[in-house]
T-cell receptor
Framework: SQQGEEDPQALSIQEGENATMNCSYK?????LQWYRQNSGRGLVHLIL?????REKHSGRLRVTLDTSKKSSSLLITASRAADTASYFCATAGNSGYSTLTFGKGTMLLVSP | DSGVTQTPKHLITATGQRVTLRCSPRSGDLSVYWYQQSLDQGLQFLIQ???????AKGNILERFSAQQFPDLHSELNLSSLELGDSALYFC?????????????FGPGTRLLVL
């Protein structure tokens, strides 16, 4: 299985601090994506990083990918209370179609 | 708002019953995906359709079936419901079939089986 596993399961920080979440997976991938889910709602796509990329930025988000370690990290800088949500990594394999395998997520709580 | 709509938002039913969940993808998207999210299993991929044809199957039970219609909307049918089928069911859509695709998720249908 190439299911991503996020670490930590839960993270509690203060506004203004940075939040780092990690994701590990088991087999080779075509790309890795990060999604965000506010409580009980649909997932929102944040960023996609391809297997030949090492780092990608989008606003306050920074994603890294280390294919040799089969791991990725999501960094949210200068966090805000509105960043409180669950964050999931999802991997797309090299075979088959565009199905994604999701990890169990990291629950982030940002306190004012 | 992702542009993906799902109905109903909530569904409460009894064991042994059958329900149908409906999804309308974003305008222009040809792929529809169904996911089940529960506390113990996390987010599980169920099935994918592309332009009316089944393209990929995940952890979908035989009691569950889906289809995508010519207007591209999709329905997920759940039958002989069990307590363990209680979960959030999400539909997602994407433009095509490629692996480098962003999936856009609907708000979900919360199913409670009593």
């Amino acid at each position: 299985s190439q299911q991503g596993e996020e670490d930590p399961q839960a993270l509690s920080i203060q506004e203004g601090e940075n939040a780092t979440m990690n994701c590990s997976y088991k087999t080779s991938i075509n790309n890795l994506q990060w999604y965000r889910q506010n409580s009980g709602r649909g997932l929102v796509h944040l960023i996609l990083i391809r297997s030949n990329e090492r780092e990608k930025h989008s606003g306050r988000l920074r994603v890294t990918l280390d294919t040799s370690k089969k791991s990725s990290s999501l960094l949210i800088t200068a966090s805000r209370a509105a960043d409180t949500a669950s964050y999931f990594c999802a991997t797309a394999g090299n075979s088959g179609y565009s199905t994604l395998t999701f990890g169990k997520g990291t629950m982030l709580l940002v306190s004012p | 708002d992702s542009g993906v709509t799902q109905t109903p938002k909530h569904l409460i039913t009894a064991t042994g019953q059958r329900v149908t969940l409906r999804c309308s993808p974003r305008s222009g998207d040809l792929s529809v995906y169904w996911y089940q999210q529960s506390l113990d299993q996390g987010l599980q991929f169920l099935i994918q359709y592309y332009n009316g044809e089944e393209r990929a199957k995940g952890n979908i039970l035989e009691r569950f079936s889906a289809q995508q219609f010519p207007d591209l909307h999709s329905e997920l049918n759940l039958s002989s419901l069990e307590l363990g089928d209680s979960a959030l069911y999400f539909c997602a859509s994407s433009v095509g079939l490629g692996r480098v695709e962003t999936q856009y998720f609907g708000p979900g249908t919360r199913l409670l089986v009593l």
